[in-house]
């Protein structure tokens, strides 16, 4: 296990050194770190846009940029976990929204040279899934409408018409596949798993 900064070059070498003195090779890179805030518009601060982009963009542009060599060796996978909000933004989480889609736009491109160098490259856009983070983004709203917790799940749940929020298991499921040999044929693909949720205008 290693901890550190991934908004920080200097934390992804970190994580990039210490895979490559212990391991000497990455079949599997799975950019996963995020935690844009939600909020109105005119409340949220510039830090807040550039702590998103720090940590979910760069970080996992950092991330493949380091273990790309080490990736085009094994001919391996790189999964990175979006967000519907990509597909579908909102409002209340113009961060989220701008930065899911700068990442699925970043991943379409790097397909291309992880055809050219026998990378796999994938996005997975998760829809509203059971975890700590969706708690926590749900509070955010809440302080931004005014509205209770409970509401804006219920009002969520409602919109949507899923029949069920995600659990994590939905994610990493398809995370599994998207990194075997059966699913070498897809290519710089966005995945929603998302119950049907999000409109996806891509």
Same mark, same amino acid.
């Given at each position: #296990?290693?901890? %550190?900064?991934? /908004?920080e070059l @200097?934390?992804?070498? *970190?994580?990039?050194? /210490?895979v ?7 079949? =599997? ?6 935690r844009t805030?939600?909020?109105n518009f ?12 720090? $940590? ?9 940029? $380091?273990f ?6 094994a001919?391996?996978?790189v999964v990175? =976990?979006?967000?519907?909000?990509a ?6 989480f113009? =961060? ?5 889609a %700068? ?5 379409k491109?790097l397909?291309?040279?992880? #055809?050219?160098?026998?990378?796999n490259?994938?996005?997975?856009h998760?829809?509203?899934t059971?975890t700590? /983070? *969706?708690?926590?983004l749900?509070? *955010?709203r809440?302080?931004a409408?005014?509205k209770?917790?409970?509401? $804006? /799940?219920?009002?969520a ?5 899923v ?7 939905? =994610?990493?499921a $398809?995370?599994?596949f998207?990194?075997?040999?059966? @699913?070498?044929?897809?290519q710089g ?6 119950g049907g949720?999000t409109?996806?205008?891509y």
């Open positions: #296990m290693v901890a %550190a900064d991934l /908004r @200097a934390g992804c070498e *970190q994580v990039f050194a /210490r490559k003195e212990r391991f000497g090779r990455c079949d =599997i890179l799975v950019n996963n770190a995020g805030r939600a909020g005119l409340d949220l601060p510039d830090d807040a846009f550039l702590d998103g982009f720090a $940590l979910k963009y760069f970080g996992a542009v950092r991330l493949t940029r $380091l790309w060599p080490l990736l085009k060796a001919q391996g996978h990175n =976990i979006v967000g519907g909000a597909r579908s933004p909102e409002p209340e113009t =961060i989220g929204s701008s930065v899911n %700068a990442l699925a736009n970043f991943s491109g397909s291309k040279l992880g #055809m050219r160098d026998g990378v490259v994938n996005v997975i998760p829809g509203n059971a700590e /983070r *969706q708690e926590e749900l509070a *955010q809440a302080a409408t005014g209770t917790v409970e509401e $804006l /799940r219920a009002a749940l409602a919109k949507s018409g029949r069920r929020v995600g659990r994590v298991e939905d =994610i990493a $398809l995370a599994l998207l990194c075997s040999e059966e @699913a070498r044929q897809i693909t966005a995945i929603a798993v998302d949720a409109v996806g205008y």
